[in-house]
């Protein structure tokens, strides 16, 4: 069925594709720090995979061929076409796309960072066992193990 279908192989295709670049790019920004790396991958996911729909005239007078595209490939062929109407709509919905998944990005990197909400609850324990907040624990002398 997948064969002999063009378009759900070529959404396939894309989606493997940008999975690819996804990773490529994800792993090439090692450099960065997380905080910079989650938002860009998502930001760089959420412009590939906004779907918008398209229109193209056909060779017969009055047809035309209408489906879904991603966005980003829309708003490149009305580059190309100078077919601002088109441009302006899939643009809008790229940049939509982009700033969903920033804020994506921003929301992960939030729940994965190391000791998120880790002080507060040292905070209260420290309170709750007469420690007070301002107060560091003072260094304990180390036990060695005993056999039998």
Same mark, same amino acid.
């Given at each position: 069925?997948?064969?002999?279908?063009?378009?759900?192989?070529?959404?396939?295709? *894309?989606? $493997?594709?940008?999975?690819? /670049?996804? !990773? =490529?790019?994800?792993?090439? +920004?090692?450099?960065?720090?997380? @905080?910079?790396?989650?938002?860009?991958?998502?930001?760089?996911?959420?412009?590939?995979?906004?779907?918008?729909?398209?229109?193209?005239?056909?060779?017969?007078?009055?047809?035309? *061929?209408? $489906?879904?595209?991603?966005? /980003?490939? !829309? =708003?490149?062929?009305?580059? +190309?076409?100078?077919?601002?109407? @088109?441009?302006?709509?899939?643009?809008l919905?790229?940049?939509?796309g982009?700033?969903?998944?920033?804020?994506?990005?921003?929301?992960?990197?939030?729940?994965?960072?190391?000791?998120?909400?880790?002080?507060?609850?040292?905070?209260?324990?420290?309170?709750?066992?007469?420690?007070?907040?301002?107060?560091?624990?003072?260094?304990?002398?180390?036990?060695?193990p005993?056999?039998?």
């Amino acid at each position: 069925m997948f064969t002999t279908d063009s378009m759900p192989l070529l959404w396939l295709t *894309y989606l $493997g594709l940008s999975l690819l /670049v996804l !990773v =490529a790019g994800y792993l090439g +920004l090692a450099f960065l720090p997380r @905080v910079l790396r989650l938002p860009i991958a998502w930001a760089v996911a959420g412009v590939l995979w906004v779907p918008t729909r398209f229109r193209l005239p056909l060779v017969e007078e009055g047809e035309f *061929y209408t $489906g879904m595209a991603p966005a /980003v490939v !829309v =708003a490149t062929v009305a580059i +190309l076409e100078r077919n601002s109407s @088109v441009f302006t709509s899939s643009a809008l919905l790229v940049a939509a796309g982009g700033g969903l998944g920033l804020a994506v990005g921003l929301l992960q990197w939030r729940m994965l960072r190391p000791g998120a909400g880790y002080g507060e609850k040292n905070e209260k324990n420290d309170r709750r066992n007469g420690r007070g907040a301002g107060k560091s624990r003072e260094p304990r002398e180390r036990r060695e193990p005993n056999i039998g």
